[in-house]
């Protein structure tokens, strides 16, 4: 194989050597990819059911085998170790085969979210020079296939577009099951295995580098933390790509433990209370917003969730008072879960008290991770005293993918990776999360970077500026509220800006629920916009809530 085809490794920033053989010595690292792991598992589990998705009932056998056939129609179609590829799946038993298939080759999936759009997918593609686009044709909902050929015109290195479903011109998914095929030889443990997206605070998109071996140490963690064995029956509720619910422990994890993945197609409580029924499902995970969908909806359903003993919430704050209701009204145990896709992953205990698993987010998963919580002033905050949460470990990044310039900022010269969160410590080590430093919105864990969306604003011709905060909601923690200031002779329009921001190729989750057009922008003192202020109005109720200013919109 041509070295070149992994030269772009080197621009996904590595730990120093010896903290790097510090780690492999300590067996943390170890010589094992994800195709190992699953090869290990089918050899050791046979027929044990895996994955069951819909009717399907899948054994680790048989995914083992899907595997590598799907590896053998990939190669086929050209795909060699060290190509990235961008995979937009929903939730489906074919996206873990995919994931094993390409871990095989070596080939590395940018792991985009359903609602990713052409501008994400793009920058994505661009960035990567992915050379094909898998994606899924569902039967009703947008086209996914329309929208993966778009990038690929708009992108050259882009030469095939893959469709699982109705996917008419592309590349079916379907067709790529060749198990005659003889693969080449896989990657390292050490290589780059997918890049995780980062919810960013600029305009650009910042992909996380995970490797084999980091990210299946970062597994066997959370394994451990969230007590997964083969009896788990894990519910993917979450798009599964997202490394919480693929990764902590996620689907991976449930794998790694011998248990069961039942993958759920939709969030929604009705369905996967059947799912959870049906399939004595034992753990899951959800963001916060999910979680009070969740509860309010078996105060009415009343479902049989007899089997669930652990439930997962993370992404976003989960406030104490709903952390309360889980235990009594799901009958099941809280953990808490505060991750980042760069790294870091805390977990509550399962032997916490009910007060600490409702009041924190818990400690880091392994004893290797390393942080600190840095005060305004840059000393290290004593305990109980809020700051920048920073960390380094065997598992956290040491920088984005070639972004030599932004990672001089995001990590500090001894390669710790600054979060953005602000958060104290308690005296047992339980992190508390307090707010954030970043210019992001957290929009029921979907990470926002405010940046992308005020440059697109201001493209519009009616903006001469924007400023976009988050409001705080009851359901969603935030909301993402635009704040424009009319151009000279015109009028913006909030309907026609959202509008624009969606014929610019922006995700549906990252346009405004809210435009407030103002006649000045309240400054600081060096004349920037004053955000903090601009937050405190919408708290004060200054501006109308977000229903009345829809319906004054439709007006
Ligand atoms: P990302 O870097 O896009 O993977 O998003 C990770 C960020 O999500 C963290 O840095 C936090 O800001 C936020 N986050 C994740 N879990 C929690 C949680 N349990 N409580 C508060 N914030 C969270
Ligand atoms: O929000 C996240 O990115 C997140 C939340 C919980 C995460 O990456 C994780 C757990 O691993």
Redesign the pocket.
């Known amino acids: 194989m041509a070295d070149h085809a992994l030269d772009w490794q080197a621009r996904c920033p590595f730990w120093p050597r010896d903290v790097a053989d510090r780690y492999r010595e300590a067996g943390i690292w170890r010589y094992e990819t994800f195709f190992d792991l699953l090869a290990r598992q089918a050899g050791r589990l046979g027929r044990r059911i895996a994955l069951i998705d819909g009717a399907r009932q899948i054994g680790y056998d048989r995914l083992h085998c899907d595997a590598l056939a799907l590896a053998g129609g990939l190669s086929a179609l050209g795909l060699v170790r060290g190509d990235r590829v961008v995979v937009q799946f929903p939730n489906c038993g074919e996206f873990v085969t995919l994931f094993f298939a390409l871990c095989r080759l070596g080939v590395v999936p940018v792991l985009a979210l359903p609602g990713h759009r052409d501008l994400e997918l793009g920058q994505f593609a661009d960035f990567t020079g992915a050379r094909a686009i898998l994606t899924a044709q569902e039967p009703k909902g947008y086209d996914m296939v329309a929208l993966a050929r778009r990038v690929q015109e708009r992108v050259p290195s882009v030469r095939h577009v893959v469709a699982l479903g109705d996917g008419r011109d592309a590349t079916p998914f379907d067709s790529l099951f060749r198990p005659d095929l003889p693969l080449p030889a896989g990657p390292n443990a050490e290589d780059v295995a997918c890049f995780q997206i980062s919810?960013g605070t600029t305009g650009v998109p910042k992909l996380i580098p995970r490797r084999h071996m980091e990210y299946l140490y970062n597994i066997r963690m959370a394994v451990a933390a969230s007590g997964l064995d083969g009896d788990t029956r894990y519910l993917c509720v979450l798009p599964m790509m997202?490394?919480?619910p693929m990764?902590?422990p996620g689907f991976l994890g449930t794998l790694w433990a011998g248990g069961t993945v039942v993958v759920a197609p939709e969030p929604e409580a009705g369905i996967c209370f059947d799912l959870i029924a049906r399939h004595r499902v034992t753990m899951t995970a959800l963001v916060p917003p999910l979680a009070l969908l969740w509860l309010d909806a078996q105060a009415g359903l009343g479902a049989d969730l007899s089997s669930l003993q652990l439930l997962q919430v993370?992404?976003?704050k989960l406030n104490p008072s709903s952390a309360r209701r889980i235990r009594p009204e799901l009958g099941c145990q809280l953990q808490q879960?505060?991750?980042?896709?760069e790294g870091l992953?805390c977990f509550t205990a399962l032997t916490d008290s009910e007060e600490r698993i409702v009041n924190t987010q818990g400690r880091p998963m392994s004893p290797w991770d390393e942080l600190r919580i840095i005060r305004p002033d840059g000393r290290e905050a004593a305990i109980g005293e809020p700051g920048e949460l920073q960390v380094r470990g065997p598992y956290t990044i040491r920088g984005y993918y070639d972004m030599a310039g932004h990672n001089a900022q995001a990590f500090t010269a001894d390669g710790f990776y600054r979060s953005g969160d602000i958060a104290r410590r308690d005296a047992d080590g339980a992190i508390i999360v307090e707010g954030r430093a970043k210019d992001q919105v957290n929009r029921g864990?979907e990470?926002i970077g405010v940046d992308e969306v005020e440059d697109l604003l201001v493209a519009h011709a009616s903006v001469l500026d924007a400023a976009v905060v988050g409001r705080p909601d009851a359901l969603m923690g935030e909301r993402l509220c635009a704040f424009v200031l009319a151009a000279p002779g015109t009028t913006p329009r909030p309907g026609a800006l959202r509008r624009h921001l969606a014929e610019a190729g922006l995700a549906a989750f990252k346009i405004p629920d809210e435009v407030i057009v103002l006649d000045r922008f309240p400054q600081t003192g060096v004349g920037k916009v004053n955000k903090r202020q601009l937050r405190e109005q919408l708290r004060e109720a200054h501006f109308p809530d977000p229903v009345a200013a829809r319906q004054e919109e439709s007006a």
């Open positions: 919810g997202h490394n919480f990764a902590c993370g992404g976003a879960v505060f991750g980042m896709a992953v864990g990470k």
